[in-house]
């Protein structure tokens, strides 16, 4: 009898212990939850670096020459050329969109896309692939492709209408 009254008290202390072990677990769940919990909602994104913010503020003093939201104009389908390359002549895909500010001028850029996409295919067909295959190369072309555009446009609707040419896509083959 004095096994079974010992036996009966292991089995109680055991019973004890495991509802304390789950006990424990449960408030590190909770606790370990509740951390992560604050650490997502509270957490935001770290304030920008000083020299951000500089940036940012001569951006802001720059004027902009047009005002309005910035739109996009899509070219109806993709420039496809071909490029004479050192060893051989390469095939050139580029998707372009335009960016525009304000209505009018999203209005004139739709109503010229014939002579747009007509300057931006001259000035993509007299580079090289050598120039192409550097972002170097690509960054000269982009810009020499806005400024052919912008003249293009001053001469027909008397200002400049686009303020960016963006390549959504490019492909060397």
Do not use: C, W
Request: aromatic share 4%; proline share 5%.
């Amino acid at each position: 009898m004095a096994d079974e009254g010992q036996d009966l008290e292991i089995g109680d202390a055991e019973e004890g212990g495991s509802k304390k072990l789950i006990i424990i677990i449960a408030v590190v769940v909770l606790l370990v939850g509740g951390g992560a919990a604050a650490f997502f909602l509270m957490g935001g994104d770290p304030p920008p670096p000083e020299e951000n913010l500089a940036e940012e503020t001569t951006q802001e003093e720059t004027p902009r020459a047009e005002t309005g939201s910035a739109l996009y104009v899509a070219m109806p389908r993709p420039f496809v050329f071909n490029v004479p390359g050192s060893n051989r002549d390469r095939l050139v895909q580029i998707k372009v969109q335009l960016m525009v500010r304000g209505d009018e001028n999203e209005e004139a850029a739709q109503q010229h896309i014939p002579l747009i996409e007509s300057t931006l295919l001259g000035t993509f067909s007299g580079s090289s692939a050598d120039e192409l295959g550097t972002t170097a190369g690509k960054e000269a072309l982009r810009r020499k492709a806005l400024s052919d555009v912008q003249s293009k446009m001053k001469d027909v609707a008397g200002t400049q209408v686009v303020e960016r040419v963006l390549f959504t896509g490019f492909v060397l083959q």
